[in-house]
């Protein structure tokens, strides 16, 4: 049996969604419990699949994990001596396994974790978390698939420079660095929200961290860590999402628990489509009465515009009145997405990392694969305002981001359901 979603395109999506606590966040939390022994609480926890991917690999690495789904809070109790290796059949299912490395060194002295390879929106380089650790005193070798990381002695703070603002290296080398001897500069590292959520919630469990949100960040070391309660950062990539949704249906709603300072830049180009974005306490609304107008876009580390929302701005592209050119500048493959959006009719010519979409004022339901979460996304999007069913395939990699979206989608008036089909994947 294959799992899909069918999208019967054409109404407007008007009410509220509430949106949860960020993946790119929690996932990196969850990590970061393991460097104090004794019961760390989440809240706010997305009740999808890669939360659950992650709870069991720290099963594996020892602790006990209880993630209560209609309370969004997961408890995780971390023993004295924690196991030290992150095996290859959780690690390809969730290239975010990765975020242990650091901490994993940091409290064992030494972690083993399966390579993760590449996926489908590009190759996923490691290679600045690795040079991060090595000067901090670690030793790392690659060895039958896996990075084994060391340390004799507990590893020390120096000076890190990275070449790229890269999230992920950014996060493995703070939570290393936390109970490092002396202090650790990093500079050049990622500003991203969840990078300055993971700072508060580590600087709560007795870190000393400081230049949160700067381009760097200065780590005293402390000898320990005590387990905390944090609340997730809210997913702005969710709530860019419900904004993109708005738009591209020509509706109304309301996005709550979300906070536009920290999808700026989307929200202006939403603007400029002609959208009309008004700030609530407690997020911000997103209505559109016209066809959009195409918008440029070119994404860069924040605050630059997320690649995580390019295949949704893609979609809104596709029919958008006049022509727009999309940069990519993270991730080498992520525009093979565009393949399956001209599946539904769009008009998408790509060129390295540059793509030019002529906005039709028509797309026509087919059958689609989402070949990642965001590619997901972008093709249910698109799907919505096709004429007729768009069947969208792969539902895990949605998934995999976003928790209760067939359920909001269709409290927002969606044609949506999740089906299971006899059928094989739908032929080319
Ligand atoms: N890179 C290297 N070497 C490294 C590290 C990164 O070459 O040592 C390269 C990567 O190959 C990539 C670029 O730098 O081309 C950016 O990678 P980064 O490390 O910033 O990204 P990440 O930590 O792997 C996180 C999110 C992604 C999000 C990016 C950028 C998680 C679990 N993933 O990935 O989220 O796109 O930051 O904002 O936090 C998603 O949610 O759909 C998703 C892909």
Redesign the pocket.
């Known amino acids: 049996m294959v799992e899909l979603l069918k999208v019967v395109g054409g109404g407007r999506l008007v009410g509220e969604v509430h949106v949860t606590g960020a ?3 929690v ?2 939390l969850m990590a970061a419990a393991l460097l104090a022994e004794g019961t760390t609480t989440l809240l706010d926890v997305p009740d999808i699949l ?1 939360v659950e991917i992650m709870a069991e690999l720290l099963r594996r690495l020892g602790c006990e994990v209880s993630h209560n789904r209609i309370q969004s809070t997961v408890e995780i109790c971390v023993p004295a001596v924690l196991d030290h290796r992150a095996d290859y059949d959780l690690v390809r299912r ?3 396994s ?2 242990v490395l650091g901490p994993l060194l940091a409290r064992c002295g030494a972690a083993e974790v399966a390579l993760p390879g ?1 996926d489908n ?11 991060g650790l090595i000067k901090l005193g670690a030793q790392a070798v690659n060895e039958h698939g896996y990075l084994i990381a060391s340390s004799k002695q507990r590893l020390r703070g120096d000076l890190v420079y ?10 493995t080398i703070l939570m290393a660095a936390v109970t490092a001897l002396g202090t650790t500069v990093i500079d050049n590292v ?1 500003r ?1 929200p ?1 990078i300055i959520d993971i700072c508060i919630m580590l600087n709560a469990m007795g870190a000393q961290i400081s230049g949160l949100g700067t381009s760097t960040l200065t780590i005293d070391g402390v000898d320990a860590l005590q387990p905390v309660t944090h609340r997730t950062v809210p997913d702005r ?1 969710v709530a860019g999402t419900w904004a993109v949704a708005a738009v591209i249906t020509q509706g109304d709603i309301t996005i709550r628990n979300a906070r536009a300072e920290h999808l700026q830049i989307a929200l202006d180009k939403l603007v400029t489509a002609g959208a009309v974005v008004s700030i609530l306490d407690d997020g911000f609304r997103v209505s559109m009465n016209q066809r959009p107008l195409a918008v440029d876009i070119v994404t860069l ?2 605050p630059g515009f ?3 929302l390019q295949p949704q701005f893609i979609a809104l592209n596709a029919i958008a009145d006049g022509a727009a050119l999309v940069t990519e500048n ?3 493959a992520r525009f093979r997405f565009v393949q399956e959006l001209a599946r539904l009719g769009a008009d998408v010519r790509t060129d390295g990392h540059h793509a030019l979409v002529r906005g039709h004022q028509k797309l026509s339901g087919a059958p689609v694969e989402a070949t ?3 590619a997901g996304a972008g093709l249910v999007l698109a799907g919505l305002v096709a004429e007729g069913v768009t069947s969208v395939y792969g539902v895990s990699h949605i998934d ?2 976003y928790a209760g979206f067939v359920q909001d989608l269709q409290r927002l008036g969606a044609d949506i359901s999740r089906i299971e089909e006899d059928a094989l994947k739908p032929q080319g």
């Open positions: 993946k790119n966040s996932l990196k890669d969730m290239r975010a990765i975020c590449g929106i590009g190759s996923r380089g490691l290679d600045m978390h690795v040079e990275l070449d790229f603002p890269s999230v992920g290296a950014t996060e990622a991203e969840e990539i580390p924040y997320p690649t995580d993270l991730f080498e990642d979460i965001r995999r981001g």
